[in-house]
Nanobody, 131 residues
């Protein structure tokens, strides 16, 4: 059982930057696939990026490629999402998620489109981008 806590959200103008953190507590050894999802008001939750182990594989949604960077510090049990060139359409509640058992890198890559694969979720941190 692990607990995930996001932080780092805030309000910025278009073109600005934010860095989100996801701190995990508990045993994270089995959580070799973690991800960031986001949900805008009135929209379904969508995968933004996911990471396998400490970065062996990184997957990004097309909408954030080249602007967002996912990373993970396993020793600190913390995952990050560095967001640059933010756009109003990036606004939403950002969640971090983790699997509860080791999975393959291939499965992790596919999980950006499969939120059901993730057992553990944080409460979310709000990101608002003003035009």
């Amino acid at each position: 059982q692990i607990k995930l806590v996001e932080s780092g959200g805030g309000s910025v103008h278009s073109g600005g930057s934010l860095k989100l953190s996801c701190a995990a507590s508990g045993s994270t050894l089995a959580s070799n696939c973690m991800a960031w999802f986001r949900q805008a008001p009135g929209k379904e939750r969508e995968g933004v990026a996911d990471i396998y182990n400490s970065g062996m594989f990184l997957v990004y949604d097309d909408s954030v490629k080249g602007r967002f960077t996912i990373s993970r510090d396993i020793a600190k049990k913390t995952m990050y999402l560095e967001m640059t060139s933010l756009k109003p359409e990036d606004s939403g509640l950002y969640y971090c998620a983790a699997v509860d058992r080791p999975i393959s890198g291939g499965d992790c890559k596919r999980n950006i489109k499969n939120e059901g694969a993730f057992r553990y979720w944080g409460q979310g941190t709000q990101v608002t981008v003003f035009s």
